[in-house]
């Protein structure tokens, strides 16, 4: 799930030792906008952690999963973020970058030819 929202609260950073070494955990607060805006905590675990873009009123744009666990009875969901940017910051460039030298206009048309029978049936 993505979610954009205003950062307004980042919480202490959490660390300790585990089976598999040390870990970090960032738990940050943010409101959502709208009419009724809605406030959310997510959680950063390990090198998800990105200080520079967590300052407070930055409009972020988290990507999380979604997890419940059941403790002696009782359900509690966490929502872990897997990536957090600025909202409105470029992206990664999709497939092979325009240079000047290429002009769509000038490309010859491609032209498909059958001798075939269309045996479609519709």
């Keep these: 799930m993505v979610l954009t929202a205003k950062l307004i609260q980042v919480m202490p950073l959490q660390t300790g030792m585990g089976k598999n070494g040390e870990w970090r955990k960032?738990?940050?607060i943010l409101e959502t906008d709208g009419m009724y805006p809605k406030k959310v905590c997510i959680s950063m675990w390990g090198d998800k952690i990105n200080?520079?873009?967590?300052?407070?009123?930055?409009?972020?744009?988290?990507?999380?999963?979604?997890e419940s666990r059941e403790y002696n009875g009782n359900w509690y969901t966490d929502l872990r973020a897997w990536k957090v940017e600025l909202a409105g910051a470029p992206s990664a460039p999709q497939g092979t970058p325009f240079t000047p030298g290429d002009d769509p206009a000038s490309a010859q048309p491609i032209t498909?030819?059958?001798?075939?029978?269309d045996d479609l049936p519709f």
């Design 26 to 28: 960032q738990n940050i």
């Design 51 to 66: 200080e520079s873009v967590l300052q407070i009123g930055n409009m972020l744009e988290i990507s999380f999963d979604i």
């Design 112 to 117: 498909f030819k059958s001798d075939e029978v």
